[in-house]
């Protein structure tokens, strides 16, 4: 069975339609920009629902919880070796203020120092456009999904 995650695509319309997205945190992502962010998202095991799992992420990786009132399923992806379950909900949230959780990893790798980073280490609105540039590749189709339900 292939790992499941869940997240919440959190846009705002106004003036165009925008996405918030997260930097992947810890020393792999932090020199890199173009596809190193990604929708707010976190593991589940099967004893959990998807959406309680999605809401507990966003809350986890940007320290607020989901600013919406209704979720739109834009359904599951294979992202990588896990299987990606995505909402999509309208609200605002700044992204300037976020506080994530963090991760321990021994680093420099063989060291035996083990280090704390956060989760996520920036969080950005973007494009639609830019978006795609900046989001993970695997996770890319759910920009497509939410241009869709917004047209």
């Known amino acids: 069975m292939p790992r499941r995650s869940a997240g919440i695509l959190l846009y705002r319309l106004a003036p165009a339609p925008q996405v918030l997205l997260g ?3 810890g020393p792999f992502w932090a ?16 004893d959990e629902e998807p959406l ?15 600013p919406a009132a209704t979720l739109i399923p834009l359904g599951e992806l294979r ?9 999509a909900g309208e609200g605002d949230l700044d ?16 060291s ?13 609105w973007f494009g639609l456009d830019e978006a795609r540039v900046k989001l993970v590749k ?10 869709a339900l917004l047209a």
Do not use: C, N
Not at 38 to 46: A, M, N, T, V, Y
Not at 95 to 110: K, M, Y
Not at 113 to 124: C, G, L, S, Y
């Open 23 to 25: 930097h992947m945190g």
């Open 31 to 46: 020199r890199k920009d173009d596809g190193a962010w990604s929708i707010p998202k976190g593991e589940h095991g099967d």
């Open 52 to 66: 309680a799992a999605a809401r507990r992420e966003f809350e986890e990786e940007l320290g607020s919880p989901v």
């Open 79 to 87: 992202a990588g070796s896990k299987l990606l379950t995505v909402w």
């Open 95 to 110: 992204a300037g203020a976020i506080v994530s959780g963090t991760f321990e990893l021994e680093w420099p790798p063989r």
């Open 112 to 124: 035996g120092r083990v280090q704390h980073f956060p989760e996520v280490d920036r969080a950005a």
């Open 138 to 147: 695997g996770q890319v189709p759910y920009l497509d999904r939410l241009a």
